[in-house]
């Protein structure tokens, strides 16, 4: 595409979450402070031409004064210091050898990113397993689409974040929205929610009264606002609602369902008063959501329902069983496979959807295959030419991969991407001395984040628009990056730092580094596979850049029949479990694993800001976003600060089991008086996850991040 001063535009997609809204960058060299893209939003459905300020600001992180453009070695006195590629590789694999030969394939990890393309994600996973022979891999999507992936899984068949297209949600009577915070996470989603909230329809749970929440104000819907971590209680109650009231869809029910039994008998303990007791959350309030949504469920003529999930409820250790009471609800109402309804977690990451496809999980290989599954095995080492008897099992998950690191039979190596552990992991301060009890830590980044600085070797990468690729998006699209312009000199891919590392390591076999080839050979393995990717290509998706984003799956079909159109809903006939029915997996409630206690007598709940993404080591980089939310805070309200003798803007003292920080209140009326709410976004001595638990969900290893118990104190009475 030609501009408007005869500059190239390129067609690609935001760098930051799972929206992934359509851009397009034009090169001004100079033009603008610390950008060498001009950003604009392109008309797209998901994003409808809009990007919010960190989309608009996106191009800032490429010129960063801190880009890191050589790698960086430890040297002898402990400073990282410049070296040339060859010196920085030769390093790493020499010690990768050494290391295994000593203590075999297991001691040396891989840690990726659910920011990476298909193809990193992709390559990543055959990296590990055939070049490295590890079944240690895991990935940070562990902290952020386990519970919703595991619950999917096994209730539904498969897990595509929205099984169906965003837009659907326009047309809907009532949506339901459990911990997402989309007005703050993806504002131009919220476009979607208009004609929902122009009709009375939005439900929003969440204990803080947050932007998202504010939407379903003023006759708009319902702002339901649990105790943190009983938000599977006030799912629990709405079941017993809509069966008691005979409210739910018996013949949907009947026809593609199995265990009601079991869930009729469960929820049966959850009446809207003895759930109040528990959540907090009025009865009466119970039973208006209950009819909202049912009134709106096409069983009883309404024009279609949504119950949607975000990292709010599925950042427990009960995430697996709340997402599960989340579908429960959702098949109760008969909503999955109709047009117009259904069941879908809100992945954040940029590819948290196909970064979970391509086996950069601990217990999955490409196609959404379990590592486990013997014919999954061989079709995979098919198309990696190796024995199927040669390729690891199952790994640890990423809680327990960072326990294990440096310890007697742990990883001694550790090779990270697209992740920055020190601030993103849970009980930050174990895992910096993990990290720090390793031979080795190689870190690949475009900027030296927290993880960087501690490791042993950083590769500087390219990013997002400088790079051919794929993202798939929350809707299971899959999106082409394209390249706007040269990376700095001295910066790599990583599809080239592994085909170097393979080499060197003496592996054989095919390591291309060019992401269309990637693609292709990911397409191979993924076909047959729960997210099939065959039909694709880059070139089809080069052909025409909307129509043609695809969702999978996308079989490749025979030369003389026509191309697989894609799949934008799922489940329209049947679901893709042994059965072809959906699962209801009934569930209890436990309650949060570090709860409340004299010491430690306040609920602490983390989360997220407009202006930062994730761990913050990109937006914190760039001024706009910076300037406008320089540092962590806490929430606390105003009846709290008052008990503690907080002012707004005065230090205020929190500390768990776990560590300390200092950090400056915020007094607010939008969170109860019980809690306190920090953001995410920063390292040091103010981030937030020095306090946060590692107990995990047994069943998905999501950490619990969402709620534990904690003290304030006013800073100055120290
Ligand atoms: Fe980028 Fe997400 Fe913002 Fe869209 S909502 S501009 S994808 S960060």
Not at 86 to 114: C, H, T
Not at 280 to 305: F, I, Q, T, Y
Not at 561 to 589: K, N
Not at 669 to 678: A, E, K
Request: aromatic share 4%; proline share 7%; glycine share 10%.
């Amino acid at each position: 595409m030609t501009g408007p001063d005869g500059a190239t535009s390129t067609s690609t997609h935001c760098p930051y979450c799972a929206l992934q809204c359509a851009q397009s960058l034009t090169p001004v060299p100079g033009a603008r402070e610390g950008a060498s893209v001009a950003v604009e939003g392109r008309a797209f459905p998901t994003n409808r031409g809009g990007l919010c300020q960190k989309g608009w600001t996106s191009a800032a992180v490429l010129e960063s004064p801190d880009r890191l453009t050589a790698p960086l070695v430890r040297s002898l006195g402990g400073r990282l210091v410049e070296a040339s590629w060859d010196e920085a590789l030769d390093l790493v694999a020499a010690q990768l050898l050494r290391i295994r030969a000593e203590d075999g394939p297991d001691a040396v990890a891989v840690f990726g990113g659910g920011g990476l393309t298909n193809e990193k994600a992709y390559q990543l996973g055959k990296f590990a397993r055939v070049a490295l022979g590890t079944a240690n891999i895991d990935y940070n999507g562990r902290f952020c689409m386990s519970s919703a992936a595991a619950a999917a899984n096994r209730s539904l068949g498969v897990d595509r974040g929205l099984p169906f297209p965003l837009t659907d949600l326009t047309q809907a009577g009532a949506v339901l929205l459990l911990g997402s915070n989309l007005a703050e996470t993806m504002p131009p989603s919220v476009a979607h929610l208009a004609d929902v909230r122009s009709r009375g329809g939005l439900v929003v749970v969440d204990p803080r009264r947050s932007a998202t929440a504010d939407l379903a104000a003023d006759g708009q819907g319902l702002h339901l606002q649990p105790l943190p971590g009983t938000d599977l209680v006030v799912l629990l109650a709405l079941v017993h609602v809509l069966l008691t009231e005979q409210l739910d869809d018996t013949a949907y029910l009947r026809q593609r369902t199995e265990g009601l039994e079991e869930l009729r008998r469960r929820s049966a303990l959850w009446w809207p008063e003895r759930a109040e007791q528990v959540c907090g959350v009025p009865a009466d309030d119970l039973r208006a959501a209950a009819r909202l949504l049912a009134a709106a469920s096409p069983v009883h003529g309404g024009r279609g329902a949504f119950v949607l999930t975000g990292r709010g409820v599925e950042q427990s250790r009960q995430g697996t069983a709340t997402v599960s009471a989340a579908i429960n609800l959702a098949l109760v109402l008969g909503l999955p496979g109709r047009v117009g309804g259904g069941y879908g977690a809100i992945t954040g990451q940029g590819n948290g959807q196909g970064g979970r496809e391509h086996g950069q999980k601990s217990d999955q290989l490409p196609g959404y295959r379990m590592i486990d599954d013997p014919a999954a095995r061989e079709h995979v080492a098919r198309v990696w030419g190796v024995d199927p008897a040669s390729l690891p099992g199952k790994g640890k998950p990423a809680v327990e991969l960072l326990r294990s690191l440096g310890t007697d039979g742990g990883p001694r190596a550790l090779l990270v991407h697209g992740s920055n552990l020190r601030v993103s992991a849970p009980d930050g301060q174990r895992v910096a001395e993990r990290l720090d009890a390793l031979d080795l830590l190689v870190v690949c980044d475009v900027v030296p984040s927290e993880t960087a600085l501690l490791a042993d070797v950083v590769l500087p990468v390219t990013q997002w628009a400088e790079e051919e690729g794929t993202m798939t998006s929350l809707e299971g699209r899959i999106l082409r990056r394209r390249k706007a312009i040269e990376p700095p000199v001295g910066v790599r891919s990583e599809l080239w730092i592994w085909s170097e590392l393979a080499r060197r390591l003496g592996t054989a076999g095919s390591w291309d580094t060019d992401p269309s080839l990637v693609f292709d050979e990911l397409a191979r393995a993924s076909e047959g596979g729960r997210a099939d990717y065959s039909g694709v290509s880059h070139a089809r998706l080069d052909r025409d850049d909307e129509s043609s984003a695809v969702w999978w799956p996308c079989p490749a079909t025979p030369a003389d029949e026509p191309e697989h159109p894609g799949t934008p809903r799922l489940f329209t006939d049947t679901f893709p479990t042994a059965t072809g029915r959906a699962r209801m997996v009934a569930v209890d409630h436990l309650g949060p694993a570090d709860d409340l206690r004299p010491e430690a007598p306040l609920y602490l709940v983390t989360g997220r800001v407009l202006q930062h993404y994730q761990s913050g080591a990109q937006t914190r980089r760039v001024d706009a976003l910076a300037s406008a939310v320089p540092g962590p805070y806490a929430e606390l309200h105003p009846l709290l600060a008052a008990r503690l003798g907080v002012r707004d803007g005065e230090k205020v003292r929190l500390a768990t089991a776990r560590g300390a920080v200092a950090v400056p209140a915020r007094l607010t009326d939008t969170i109860r008086p019980d809690t306190v709410f920090m953001p995410f976004h920063w390292g040091g001595a103010g981030s937030v996850n020095r306090l946060t638990t590692d107990a995990t969900d047994p069943v998905s290893g999501m950490p619990e991040f969402k709620v534990c118990a904690v003290d304030v104190t006013a800073a100055s009475a120290m």
